[in-house]
């Protein structure tokens, strides 16, 4: 039997007369990392709130663990940590004593666990440095730090990687990925980087309008990522018949820029540039290539994605 760290029942929020979300019906199997997609105001952050308990629902009901009702998932959200937005540091304190303090607040017991998550996400080295002084990627390895804070076995990251440089956006990745191999973690990560995600979700939801349009695997994700020959050659006219006569198919489109995306003869790609050869074609350009997670995105909501 499959267990979930996450599921929503029809779960609803309404804001003034908007319907930020509409029975959303969304699951989060224990291991995933589920990378949550959507525009801004799609209602991304508002599911968030309301699984954080943040905010409460207009309809519908959540579970975390199992476990339903006001006091149980109480007690269930002290096996979660969580990063809303920016971290919230206190800027003239140093990473230890950032959590230290957030420690405290949480009634977590044992300081040993201080120096352990500084160690976790490589800011042992610190020392007196304050958080004020900190890169920003600093600064979102100590959040995230922080919400490691009790050992959690469920974490929600709102744009972990927003503002940081290409390195930074690495290392956070990697880290995220080995929290998730070696410790367990189950991870939710809301994010606008859609290239990223696809590099270490094994799961996505899309939302949009305040409705959950689909939720897929990392499998299934490939499998509809359309996949296709890319070919330039001088003359796209007569490439066009030659594929068309020669192959036997009427599977491509031909590009504004007369660039072509041939969608079947995948399988034997020599016998296809042999036959554009013969023809007296000159290939400029022939290479497989596929739809990634953005292009799968902006298909599925219909149109250019801000995320």
Same mark, same amino acid.
């Given at each position: 039997?499959?267990?979930? +760290?996450?599921?929503?029942?029809?779960?609803?929020?309404?804001?003034?007369?908007?319907?930020?979300?509409?029975? %959303?019906?969304?699951?989060?199997?224990?291991?995933?990392?589920?990378?949550?997609?959507?525009?801004?105001?799609?209602?991304?952050?508002?599911?968030?709130?309301? +699984? *954080?308990?943040?905010?409460?629902?207009? =309809?519908?009901?959540?579970?975390?663990?199992?476990?339903?009702?006001?006091?149980?998932?109480?007690?269930?959200?002290?096996?979660?940590?969580? /990063?809303? =937005?920016?971290?919230?540091?206190?800027?003239? @304190? &140093?990473?230890?004593?950032?959590?230290?303090?957030?420690?405290?607040?949480?009634?977590?017991?044992? $300081?040993? !666990? %201080?120096?352990?998550?500084?160690?976790? %996400?490589?800011?042992?080295? &610190?020392?007196?440095?304050?958080?004020?002084?900190?890169?920003?990627?600093?600064?979102?390895?100590?959040?995230?730090?922080?919400?490691?804070?009790?050992?959690?076995?469920?974490?929600?990251?709102?744009?972990?990687?927003?503002?940081?440089?290409?390195?930074? +956006?690495? =290392?956070?990745?990697?880290?995220?990925? &080995?929290?998730?191999?070696?410790?367990?973690? *189950?991870?939710?990560?809301?994010?606008?980087?859609?290239?990223?995600?696809?590099? @270490?979700?094994?799961?996505?939801?899309? /939302?949009?309008?305040?409705?959950?349009?689909?939720?897929?695997?990392?499998?299934?994700?490939?499998?509809? !990522? #359309?996949?296709? /020959?890319?070919? #330039? +050659?001088?003359?796209?006219?007569?490439?066009?018949?030659?594929?068309?006569?020669?192959?036997? *198919?009427?599977?491509? =489109?031909?590009?504004?820029?007369?660039? /072509? $995306?041939?969608?079947?003869?995948?399988?034997?790609?020599?016998?296809?540039?042999?036959?554009?050869?013969?023809?007296?074609?000159?290939?400029?350009?022939?290479?497989?290539?596929?739809?990634?997670?953005?292009?799968?995105?902006?298909?599925?909501?219909?149109? &250019?994605?801000?995320?």
């Amino acid at each position: 039997m499959q267990e979930y +760290v996450l599921k929503t029942n029809n779960l609803s929020k309404k804001f003034k007369g908007h319907q930020a979300l509409d029975k %959303v019906n969304l699951s989060i199997r224990k291991g995933a990392i589920y990378g949550f997609i959507g525009q801004n105001g799609a209602g991304k952050s508002t599911l968030i709130r309301l +699984v *954080t308990g943040l905010a409460f629902p207009t =309809e519908g009901s959540l579970e975390l663990f199992g476990a339903s009702g006001e006091q149980a998932l109480i007690q269930a959200r002290k096996r979660m940590g969580s /990063i809303i =937005e920016s971290p919230a540091l206190f800027p003239h @304190m &140093t990473a230890h004593e950032n959590l230290e303090a957030n420690r405290i607040l949480r009634g977590i017991p044992g $300081k040993d !666990c %201080v120096p352990r998550m500084l160690k976790q %996400v490589g800011l042992e080295g &610190t020392g007196n440095k304050k958080a004020k002084n900190f890169s920003l990627g600093m600064k979102q390895r100590l959040g995230l730090a922080i919400a490691l804070l009790g050992d959690p076995e469920f974490i929600i990251l709102d744009e972990p990687t927003n503002g940081l440089d290409p390195m930074g +956006v690495i =290392e956070m990745r990697e880290l995220l990925k &080995t929290l998730n191999r070696e410790l367990g973690i *189950t991870i939710m990560i809301s994010s606008h980087i859609l290239s990223e995600l696809h590099l @270490m979700a094994s799961h996505y939801g899309i /939302i949009h309008r305040g409705k959950l349009l689909e939720q897929l695997t990392a499998d299934e994700l490939n499998e509809r !990522c #359309q996949q296709y /020959i890319y070919i #330039q +050659v001088n003359d796209p006219g007569k490439a066009a018949a030659v594929i068309q006569n020669e192959l036997g *198919t009427a599977d491509f =489109e031909v590009l504004q820029d007369g660039a /072509i $995306k041939l969608y079947s003869q995948m399988e034997k790609p020599s016998h296809l540039s042999s036959a554009l050869f013969s023809a007296g074609l000159e290939i400029e350009k022939f290479m497989p290539m596929g739809e990634d997670l953005e292009s799968y995105f902006t298909k599925r909501i219909g149109g &250019t994605p801000h995320v």
